[in-house]
């Protein structure tokens, strides 16, 4: 009986074989001299995918032609290398493309195609690349390519909205090449291309969990030994004047190259998203102790700050100065260039948001420190202009972004610059440079989940400006949940309604997000120099002014509405507080 069973079978694959022979015998000739069909050990899950699809294998598996192949690698050098990921070796990339494992062809087809084509080429090229993949993973055959094929998957799954997914992709492409010896130098004598592409790969997956905050789990980060080394940078910045090279920066700086600031400094923005997650936890330190948190990662962006080499700072390099040819003809270097200033400025606009610290310091019930408010007023607004005038340079120079990371770096500084608007001082400024932050933002219509971002930014101004329109005194809350959707990168990306990958026993552990509550207070504003009476000719109502404690409560995720986007009269308490106005929004570049 079992072996008229296996001979069915057997009977039933050889008529698949025929009729998938005489679909390929009916090709084109023309599209079959150009096409190549990838499938030959047709891998059972593979057609029962293709099957369940309700679609053909010819229409599931045969890659492009290679002119289209060819032409997506040149898109992916334009629009996608080291922007921000590097995962390739760029001088090789070209030459190698037709060579490549076909998973990494139809990933790179995925990510490309929507400079090209349309979302769904892409959900089918991510079909095909993913079932390729996770084949390789179950028969034990994973190479260099599966892993880099993971790589750009999570980045077509984040940018799509599946998070969750996104996640799993990136944590089985970081164990598969922790196991396989990425994480450190290789001691083996090899191709120096292939060498670099194994360093490449391995930061391309710490850049991705760095910038989406997600934790790296299995590797041992102890000492720099454990690494290899930083990848190369393929494009060089333009010589600086050498008398300002010389008097300007320590010989005892050793030059990496761009990419390897850009992954140092995603180390310290992981370390800030981690630390703003972390908002409403209570902390037994204040932010200005030189044991806390807060000043530990100050200190880490000083010191990286003292290391950076000064052809990569934003002076020498003369951005603005430059050619459109040249910008152009140089973007394997200009792209992670502007990547490393975006990510400086917004490490500080994000560790000294004004709303994470009005939640941080809650739970302190002494006198916040005169120079401490000074401090983080001044980093805010100075590091939020920076970004701004970032945002007007590439304007200026046409220079086309297509690192989506940098949006949202202009959306966390545009949460800023919404409260400040509201300082009447200079609320046409602050508006404007909100509706250039927007305006950048909507710019990357490439990618779905920055167009997502955008929506929400706008439904928070709306939100905003109706509860600043409202009478203070009726008390009316907001709900912070919307800004928490902006500051988080994987928040802000997230596309609701998507099908879950966790069955019903795992879906009631899922995040739901609720919409809470809650009362407390801004933070006083620094004494300014230009607001005090030193003749002594003004008189404050009621004699001297006194402060009252502030009164926080326990929940995160919303504030009373006047106290943080409200303008009032310093002399003029509001639900007994003293000169509560806007305490961050003062202060010069």
């Known amino acids: 009986m079992l072996k008229l069973l296996i001979v069915g079978q057997e009977n039933r694959l050889k008529l ?21 069909y990838v499938s030959a050990s047709a891998s059972p899950l593979f057609q029962q995918s293709s099957a369940l699809r309700g679609q053909t294998p010819h229409s599931r598996d045969e890659l492009p032609t290679r002119e289209r192949i060819l032409a997506a690698a040149e898109s992916y050098l334009l629009f996608c290398d080291s922007q921000p990921f590097p995962v390739f070796h760029r001088q090789s990339f070209l030459q190698t493309i037709h060579q490549r494992d076909p998973e990494l062809q139809f990933a790179i087809l995925a990510l490309t195609s929507r400079f090209m084509e349309g979302s769904e080429a892409t959900n ?41 997914r996104a996640s799993m992709h ?28 194994r360093r490449r790969c391995f ?30 940078s393929t494009g060089k910045p333009a010589q600086p004047d050498p008398v300002l090279l010389a008097s300007s920066s320590p010989r005892d700086i050793i030059d990496r190259g761009i990419i390897s600031c850009e992954i140092q400094l995603c180390e310290i923005w992981f370390k800030i998203t981690r630390y703003a997650r972390r908002r409403g936890k209570p902390s037994t330190l204040p932010p200005w102790s ?70 941080r310091l809650r739970n302190f019930k002494s006198e916040i420190p005169e120079m401490f408010l000074q401090s983080t007023s001044d ?5 939020a202009s920076w970004i701004t005038h970032l945002i007007s340079m590439l304007e200026a120079k046409s220079f086309k972004i297509t690192d989506p990371f940098l949006a949202h770096c202009a959306a966390i500084v545009a949460t800023i610059l919404l409260q400040e608007s509201f300082n009447p001082e200079s609320r046409s400024e602050k508006i404007e440079n909100f509706t250039r932050c927007l305006r950048f933002i909507q710019g990357f219509g490439e990618w779905p989940h920055v167009m997502r971002m955008a929506s929400k930014l706008e439904r928070l101004r709306e939100t905003v400006v109706s509860a ?23 928040s802000s990306s997230e596309l609701s309604g998507l099908k879950s990958i966790f069955g019903p026993t795992l879906q009631l552990g899922e995040h739901r997000t609720t919409t809470e509550l809650a009362h407390t207070s801004s933070l006083p504003p620094p004494t300014r120099v230009d607001a005090q009476d030193f003749a002594g000719t003004s008189h404050p109502q009621g004699g001297s002014t006194v ?16 106290s943080l986007f409200q303008q009032h009269d310093p002399t003029q308490g509001m639900n007994g507080v003293i000169g509560m106005n806007d305490w961050w929004s003062t202060g010069n570049l």
Not at 295 to 319: K, N, S, Y
Not at 472 to 484: E, K, V
């Open 170 to 197: 990136n944590s089985l492409a970081f164990s598969l090449a922790h196991n396989a010896g990425l994480s450190s130098e290789c001691r083996q004598v090899l191709p120096e291309s292939v060498r670099e592409e």
């Open 379 to 383: 980093l805010t607004c100075s590091h």
């Open 16 to 36: 698949v074989e025929s009729q998938l022979a005489e679909v390929l015998s009916n090709q084109n000739p023309a599209d079959s001299s150009l096409s190549r």
């Open 290 to 359: 030189p044991q806390s948190e807060y000043a530990g990662i100050m200190a880490q962006q000083m010191e990286l700050e003292t290391r950076m080499p000064h052809v990569h700072r934003f002076r020498p390099a003369e951005f603005s100065k430059k050619p459109m040819v040249e910008l152009q003809n140089n973007r394997d270097y200009w792209g992670p260039w502007i990547m490393v200033q975006f990510i400086y400025h917004t490490n500080l606009c994000l560790l000294n948001h004004p709303l994470l610290l009005s939640l």
């Open 468 to 490: 600043y329109g409202t009478d203070p005194s009726r008390g009316l809350l907001i709900d912070l949940g919307q800004f928490w959707e902006i500051l988080e990168y994987a």
């Open 124 to 164: 089918d090229y991510f079909e095909c690349s993913r079932s390729m993949v996770m084949q390789r993973v179950c028969d034990g055959r994973v190479e260099l390519s599966t892993i880099q094929s993971l790589c750009l998957l999570s980045l077509v799954d984040f940018t799509n909205g599946n998070t969750k």
């Open 547 to 562: 402060v009252t404690p502030f009164l926080y409560s326990d929940d995160e995720l919303a504030v009373l509405a006047e």
């Open 203 to 232: 930061w391309s997956l710490i850049l991705f969990k760095r910038l989406h905050g997600l934790d790296l789990g299995i590797l041992d980060c102890t000492s720099e030994e454990n690494f290899p080394w930083f990848p190369e």
